[in-house]
T-cell receptor
Framework: QQQVKQSPQSLIVQKGGISIINCAYE??????FPWYQQFPGKGPALLIA?????SEKKEGRFTISFNKSAKQFSLHIMDSQPGDSATYFC????????????FGKGTKLSVKP | NAGVTQTPKFQVLKTGQSMTLQCAQD?????MSWYRQDPGMGLRLIHY???????DQGEVPNGYNVSRSTTEDFPLRLLSAAPSQTSVYFC???????????FGPGTRLTVL
């Protein structure tokens, strides 16, 4: 069964700290791994994404680390800010024209001032 | 561009009633999809479409119908609403052969 397992379910971090959210997948055919950010009452929005041919991708304070052999990937938020407080979803897909996203169950991040 | 729009924003139904959730996009995206979001469950795919006239089932299709007569619109129909369909529904779209999906603002549905 194609699953994406995400942890932790919730996370509290102090302002300026590092937030780390982890995901694991089962299907080795997945070739696209995005992270989505969702604020209350809004739809999810793409934050950052990676393909399995690279081990790390960084965009500003957000970094994806990818471990193909372990079938795991993680989101690191450096210098976490209260404005980062949101729910984060990892996902995976086969890519291409029929690449439906399979989502993790989400992590609710709270950054305390 | 308005992006992906959804109506209504909120809806309350009684068990057995029918309704249609509307989704439209103005980005000329061929791929559109519907997800439901439940607490602690993430987003689960209901139905998707790779173009006008083509639809297929996702992970949780039971109780929902879709059709795609135009590139812009992808309505989701509940024929006989059940309390288990209480959820937040999101429509999404993307260009073919690209991976970035754009989500609408959602419809919060309550079935009593």
């Amino acid at each position: 069964q194609q699953q994406v397992k995400q942890s932790p379910q919730s996370l509290i971090v102090q302002k300026g700290g590092i937030s780390i959210i982890n995901c694991a997948y089962e299907n080795t055919a997945f070739d696209y791994f995005p992270w989505y950010q969702q604020f209350p009452g809004k739809g999810p929005a793409l934050l950052i994404a990676i393909r399995p041919d690279v081990s790390e991708k960084k965009e500003g304070r957000f970094t994806i680390s990818f471990n193909k052999s372990a079938k795991q990937f993680s989101l690191h938020i450096m210098d976490s800010q209260p404005g980062d407080s949101a729910t984060y979803f990892c996902a995976a897909s086969l890519g291409g024209s029929q690449g439906n996203l399979i989502f993790g169950k989400g992590t609710k991040l709270s950054v305390k001032p | 561009n308005a992006g992906v729009t959804q109506t209504p924003k909120f809806q309350v139904l009684k068990t057995g009633q029918s309704m249609t959730l509307q989704c439209a996009q103005d980005m000329n995206h061929e791929y559109m999809s519907w997800y439901r979001q439940d607490p602690g469950m993430g987003l689960r795919l209901i139905h998707y479409s790779v173009g006008a006239g083509i639809t297929d089932q996702g992970e949780v299709p039971n109780g929902y119908n879709v059709s795609r007569s135009t590139t812009e619109d992808f309505p989701l129909r509940l024929l006989s609403a059940a309390p288990s369909q209480t959820s937040v529904y999101f429509c999404a779209s993307r260009l073919p052969m690209t991976d970035t999906q754009y989500f609408g603002p959602g419809t919060r549905l309550t079935v009593l």
